[in-house]
């Protein structure tokens, strides 16, 4: 009776050749469990997954010959699947929000556009500040960039200047950015370690093996002090 596993066919969109959709006469084998098994027909690594209920999966399409490994295929994905979920629930996406202003705003005016901002920080967007000249207001910039910096002191608390004040044609611009707080920083710095860690090490599913661990030397004994002599 045919193993099940090998009467399906994968989805169309899925590009990865498994089973039968390899066609190569011989492939480069690795284990189940990581191990090199060395250049096998096709055919053979067939039968050993068939053997095992595994799949026969391609992971290294452009080697000479190709490098395929017998694993649970459909396992794979979904472990996959899960980590780049949870990659993306880690991600924070940053919206820019932009706040337009008039260099004579009124003080109501005025103290309602820094509510805004500061609401787009404690959301944890960037807000694009916008302060437009209209006229003769052109020839005092001074006052923009001054409403420019006594907004960016009212919000320091939850907000720091990524871009400073910049005449742009008949505007002036200004980008802040929301504080981030120590605790966010401290799990930033936690996840770029742990990146950095992974990308150093040797992937599970990579098409070669690992090299052996090698062993630690341990540390040459030290001699006790002995009190000096008079």
Sequence with gaps: MANPRFDRSPPERD???INERIRVSEVRLIDEEGNQVGIVPTDKALSLAQERDLDLVEVAADARPPVARLLDYSKYKYEQEQKAKAARKHQQQINVREIK??????????????????????????????????GREQSSAELGFGLLQRLAEDVLELGTVESAPKQDGRNMIMVLAPTKKKSEAMAEQRRARTSDAGHAAAPADAPEAAPAAEAAEAPEATPADQAPTT
């Design 15 to 17: 590009p990865t050749r």
């Design 101 to 134: 202003l008039r260099p004579k705003i009124a003080t109501h005016d005025y103290e309602t556009k820094k509510g805004h901002v500061e609401r787009f920080l404690r959301n944890h967007d960037k807000v694009k500040v916008t302060i437009m000249f209209r």
